[in-house]
């Protein structure tokens, strides 16, 4: 086989993330660096605009990228080693996507956070993908990498200075600002949309073990009301945390995927931090009654925060892992820029990159971040992306 001339293609670099992709290949990986990527998108003169309007050099190699379209697409699959993808909703735009690359042996990273379409994509295509070499990794920004990899950090020094995993973990959000993308307020739309239809999405919506094929652990924590947390300190308030519903699912694929690492007894769960008394239950109830994500208010695809809004943003997640033993650890996972547009655009880049360059003995299949790329993934975001993975204290 004759190589390919890229690794990586961008799919929808003319949308607001795909745009902030192209501009951070640009900062990390210009012509020269070793990685060969291109531009991608449905329409070739938007490319053109787009490849103008960030700064990119004008011999910048455009890709037109219709998915809809048979022959576009299996040009896609022979021109790239990897397929970056930030055109969501995925259920209405990524299906041909996912099968093609599964099929044709391409790895495939996306935004993903729509877990019954995620779980339609393992059913389908899971053993194509293992067969053919790719390696499909979904969930590769906010959602979920800073609280998949949090979580394997935590239960991997929890194991070394314990002798075990902790069977019990919280992923609590100290601190967040920042707006979440119109790509995330389309894909909750229509989520909603087909389990209005589907009882079988809304079965998958429900079940914290929706990702994990064939196993089902123990009863999980629904986090879905505001309540006082006396692990966090007496008298401390959280709230829902409105991207809980897919994160605990893929740590708890990843835990699948690591052959029950964290133990089949392992209970997780994710809430806002809302603070001490009076205030935070009031902040706690103010959180749990917001419904703008869902609301024709919310943001539109395509829309997104000035780049002062992104470069003030940022997120601090603490992960308190217990056992019944009293022993404690602590892990804080932080990021430099708004969750949804600034850290997401970087993270999904150098999972990418780490999948090509970082993971050779990673298998064809459908992965998350952990099993995939772990600490491999954890040392380039520390390098290159604004996060830092701490272990505070024991």
């Known amino acids: 086989m004759p190589p390919k001339p890229f690794d990586l293609v961008v799919h929808g670099a003319t949308g607001f993330t795909g745009r902030l992709v192209v501009e951070y290949l640009l900062q990390r990986y210009p012509a020269g660096s070793g990685l060969r990527w291109a531009m991608g998108g449905r329409n070739a003169d938007k490319l053109a605009a787009v490849r103008d309007e960030v700064g990119a050099p004008a011999d910048t190699p455009l890709v037109v990228t219709d998915t809809n379209s ?6 896609l699959m022979d021109a790239t ?26 790895d495939y990273v996306d935004l993903c956070g729509e877990p019954a379409w995620m779980r339609q994509m393992i059913d389908a295509h899971e053993a194509a993908a293992k067969a053919s070499g790719a390696r499909i990794v979904f969930s590769c920004g906010f959602d979920s990498i800073p609280f998949d990899l949090g979580v394997f950090l935590l239960q991997k020094e929890f194991a070394q200075r314990f002798g075990h995993a902790a069977p019990r973990v919280r992923g609590r959000v100290r601190k967040m600002k920042g707006t979440f993308s119109g790509g995330t307020a389309a894909s909750l739309k229509a989520t909603m949309a087909a389990a209005a239809t589907h009882p079988a999405v809304l079965d998958l919506l429900k079940n ?29 308030w959280v709230a829902p945390f409105v991207m809980a519903a897919i994160n605990t699912r893929n740590v708890h694929r990843s835990n699948f995927l690591l052959q029950h690492a964290y133990g089949t007894d392992f209970v997780y769960d994710e809430m806002l931090i809302t603070g001490p008394g009076e205030k935070g239950e009031a902040i706690a109830n103010a959180v749990a009654g917001d419904k703008s994500l869902g609301s024709d208010q919310g943001p539109k695809p395509g829309e997104g925060p000035s780049r002062e809004e ?3 943003g940022f997120y601090d997640v603490l992960f308190l892992g217990t056992d019944d033993a009293g022993n404690i650890l602590r892990v804080g996972v932080k990021g430099d820029r708004d969750p949804g547009y600034g850290s997401t655009s970087k993270m999904i880049t150098e999972a990418a990159v780490c999948l090509l360059r970082d993971a050779p003995d990673t298998a064809g299949g459908i992965w998350t971040t952990a099993p995939a790329l772990g600490d491999k993934l954890i040392a380039r975001l520390r390098a290159n992306a604004g996060l830092s993975f701490l272990v505070e204290s024991a």
Do not use: H, I
């Open 310 to 312: 992104r470069d003030n």
């Open 81 to 106: 080693r990897l397929v970056l993808t930030t055109v969501g909703p995925y259920q209405l735009y990524g299906n041909e996507l996912v099968a093609a690359c599964a099929k044709s042996g391409v």
């Open 208 to 236: 914290p073990f929706s990702l994990t094929p064939g196993f089902e652990g123990p009863r999980q924590p629904s986090g879905n009301k505001p309540m006082v947390d006396d692990a966090l300190g007496e008298g401390v």
């Open 70 to 75: 048979p022959a576009s697409l299996q040009a």
